[in-house]
Every structure is written in C-alpha cells, then in structure tokens.
C-alpha cells in the first residue's frame, strides 16, 4: 500500500487560481469546495499519486457539473 498523507487547506484569502497552479505539477486533488460564488474555498490534496486523478480532471468535471445544473 502506498503511502498517503492528505492535507486541506482553506482557501478564503487566498488567489485558488495561484494555488492550484503550485500545487498541480506535485500533488493530486482530491476535491474542490465552493461557496456561493462559486470560487473555491477549501481544497483536498493527497500525495498518493495511485489513488487521485490530476487537478485538471476535477476541474472540467466541475465545470460540466456546474453548467449542467
């Protein structure tokens, strides 16, 4: 079995868009919380790399979602 560490972290005062872009060559997200506005404001990483699909993959399925809906 791999071995995993997950992290959260809250993204309110930050810039996501920066965020995301540090954190995707190294990690793989695990979910995306968004509030109203629909920004996000709070994110899951692990640094299993089995287990997790890659930023890019969560954020186009959140966008078919969102507009879907």
Known sequence: MANEEKYIIDLHDTNPDQVLTTLQPYVHILYL???????????????DTDQCAPVNN????????STRA
């Not at 920004?39 to 640094?47: E, G, I, N, Q, V």
């Not at 969560?58 to 979602?65: E, G």
């Open 58 to 65: 969560l954020l186009a399925a959140h966008h078919l979602s």
């Open 33 to 47: 919380e968004y509030g109203k506005d629909k920004k996000p404001t709070r994110l899951a990483y692990t640094t």
